[in-house]
């Protein structure tokens, strides 16, 4: 490893006289946040953070910086879960201050807003509007929309919307050498040479920097219906889920599942939790269907189909919001799992995915895996069932200690992205790559595949400056 | 221009030892339907015909031709629109043979086949497990599934569906070294590492040639509803288009648009067309409305919002189809149409597209610059206009020489695509660039663009081999 350039008085100089002495900070309590990430599990190093106001100024900085061979990393709301944003050397590039909408055009249903945006500001621009920006997650109010971007961010609402990258037409990205690329299209088909923005969707910042973005709206759902369900086992979610896409089809918009422990759990630790059934159920599934025209029966609707779940065996209980209030509070009751499994002491990740029929298969037999390498963990295998993707997480043995229970990190991590890759799934379906699963990506990934993601780095930034040791690249430059 | 290599007795030996003798051609009459596409606009050379069995001998034909310095154009049905598969020296390589379905998932919903797949083939594939393959073009009876996604093709499904790159989850690619790169992954997550099935689609065989495909398939629609609407104008058709959107969300599944002289010429020239409506209107919009519910209520939906549009003044006239047969009958008024333009003499054609909102501007500016340019020109813009992509066709005037009107080509494309860029719109909306639009992108496209499309180009094919002329690359070889 190439020990990386410690930033000159020179650039330093050249960036404040552009950006302003107060956009370049250097103190250890301006870079103290920007060296962290969530789970606090990098530590970071840093020579400064840089602030530009608009595209001008971030191709300024990143061309400066290339010409001096300084490492960028680039941040948005820092809120990534693979420590993709942890800098390693080199400047953190903020786009906080980029956060401006540059048109909402509600003909074509588009929104055209800088990176910096925060997610939760994305929703309420298209709200107010009339219009829908589907991108839940569970960091919306502190995400910004270059981060989403930069790592095809999932959520909540990929069942009906897709991910990320779907939901994107246009790009502005400054590239490693500090040009700046015009993407921002707002059109629905464009085959006017390589489609250059999915390159830089989930790219994790290694290809360029993404500036801006035009983005899809979509008509807001005006009918909503929201069911909690009691399950015999993942199989009979499958089944589940089968039925209620073939009645609905696009108006199933959301398939979550969680194990009991999960429910336990919460109602445990979050306040105000009521238990939604009564009985307790080995898996559970919240579903959701919704259309965008009002009153067009969507509570009917799904109540019909659990009726006949139920009838035909699949289903052992099951409720429905008869509110909107209601139906928040039975989300509530997913999406406060992370939390609630912070008080149960450590847990071991994993973002996986597979295809959905063998998803109960890698369910059973990655769980008796676990359970068989550690006696008393507790498995709480969670999240996007409806498209193949689960949080395999981990929580540690009652009473085992935390550091010991962590130390186990890379065999877990090695038992279940066996089964994923068994099983031809992916080890990062949501999250992304970043630090985290770099190793693990070259261990399972196809050769060729990462050959040819090597050959796009060396194209796109041939001397490894943006965010370096991540995803395929190593932590050193090579001019 | 370097003169491409002709192919040495060696190269030929080689490829009918592992091929075969009857799958490596070279006799005039056995290259002939390769040479020409279907507009007769341009006439290729070619060495050799090579019919590879599957994806180990589509390795081994283009390592051999690599290694030779061999150019190759791969094909599949040969139906493309711009040149793009037109050979220029070296080899067609023929996908036809590798048209096997590897498997279909009806859990997940998803098909994985062979490249040399036709179409309808595909759609028959998921039609027989109760499923759907939205892509649906005129040519689907002999265009193949590995053009249909390296030409990222459009189509009449765009508006619910997407484009084929929004349908593909998974891609079997052979490189231009003669290596294959396996991602045929069934996933509807899979963030790991950069996106290389996007770089693909959509690339005309430029990067790599696909040779096998993981699809998204959908629930089928049960219910349907075919609306043929008479209009006062473009303008009229957008806001009639906004209305339907609203009402009925990812239901409106078609929103076709065809002018009055349109309509005339596939009533003049179709055996059995039936005038739908009563007077003659301005522009016509063909709306389809869809749901995966049997029993949805789609026609007394579409009854409705077409009402509500009589009473507020944005339709002159509607009519609904009472059963699938004059569903059928009101949507080959539209399909009708390109074939109809042929009995009326020469044409112009321009594939484009344009954000939304501006749609009505550009066919006003558009068609008063083109008949200025010359007298006695029928425009006849047609096309996909809820995905803001108009084929902007212009019929010659009525008498005059059929070559001179051709020769106009170049002067007319540069009026209709100096109104496009304007707007931010494409130049290439659903058929791609071909040899047809190259010079066309090089004028029109960012600078900073398709730089990246060289570098992406000059990395994935160094000695450009893959099909040379097409897209960004030039003819010439660099190795």
């Not at 943006?466 to 932590?475: F, H, I, T, Y």
Request: proline fraction near 6%; hydrophobic fraction near 45%; charge should be negative.
């Amino acid at each position: 490893m190439t020990e990386p350039a410690p930033i000159s008085d020179a650039v330093l100089a050249a960036l404040r006289g552009r950006l302003g002495p107060a956009q370049v900070l250097t103190e250890a309590e301006a870079l103290a946040p920007h060296l962290v990430e969530t789970r606090g599990l990098y530590r970071g190093t840093a020579c400064a953070l840089v602030r530009p106001a608009d595209t001008a100024e971030v191709a300024f900085t990143v061309g400066t910086c290339a010409a001096a061979g300084v490492p960028i990393v680039a941040q948005g709301g820092n809120t990534g879960l693979v420590g993709g944003g942890v800098p390693r050397g080199g400047i953190v590039l903020s786009l906080a201050r980029l956060s401006r909408i540059r048109d909402l055009d509600p003909v074509g249903a588009t929104l055209t807003i800088e990176a910096g945006a925060i997610l939760a500001e994305v929703q309420a621009a298209a709200a107010a509007a009339s219009l829908l920006f589907p991108l839940s997650l569970a960091s919306e109010g502190s995400c910004s929309i270059g981060g989403n971007l930069a790592t095809n961010a999932g959520g909540t609402a990929v069942l009906a919307y897709g991910n990320a990258r779907d939901l994107v037409l246009g790009l502005e990205v400054v590239l490693a050498d500090g040009r700046i690329w015009n993407g921002l299209k707002g059109l629905r088909k464009n085959n006017a040479g390589y489609d250059l923005k999915h390159l830089f969707v989930g790219s994790e910042g290694t290809l360029g920097i993404i500036t801006a973005a035009t983005l899809k709206l979509f008509p807001k759902p005006l009918s909503r219906a929201v069911g909690f369900v009691g399950l015999a086992s993942p199989r009979a979610a499958l089944a589940l889920f089968e039925t209620m896409r073939r009645v609905v089809g696009p108006g199933l918009t959301a398939f979550e599942v969680m194990p009991r422990f999960g429910l336990d759990i919460v109602l445990a630790h979050m306040p105000g939790a009521v238990r939604p059934l009564a009985a307790a159920h080995d898996t559970y599934a919240l579903v959701e269907f919704s259309s965008p025209r009002p009153g067009d029966g969507m509570g009917a609707a799904l109540e019909a189909a659990l009726a006949d779940a139920l009838a035909a065996g699949i289903v052992e209980d099951a409720t429905i919001g008869a509110s909107e209030a209601q139906n928040a509070a039975l989300w509530a009751l997913r999406e406060g799992l992370p939390e609630a499994q912070r008080h149960e002491g450590a847990s071991i990740k994993h973002d996986v995915s597979v295809p959905l029929a063998r998803l109960p298969d890698f369910l059973e037999e990655a769980e008796a895996a676990c359970r068989a390498a550690m006696p008393g963990l507790r498995p709480c295998a969670f999240g996007h069932f409806g498209d193949g993707n689960i949080h395999f997480n981990l929580s540690q043995p009652l009473g085992m200690d935390r550091a010991a229970f962590l130390a186990e990190w890379g065999r877990f991590n090695r038992i279940v992205h066996d089964s994923v890759a068994r099983l031809n799934g992916s080890i990062a379906a949501e999250h992304g790559i970043g630090l985290i699963k770099r190793d693990a990506l070259q261990h399972y990934g196809d050769p060729v595949g990462l050959d040819l993601m090597r050959r796009l780095k060396a194209a796109l930034d041939p001397a490894n400056l943006l965010n370096p040791g991540k995803v395929v690249s190593d932590e050193s430059r090579t001019s």
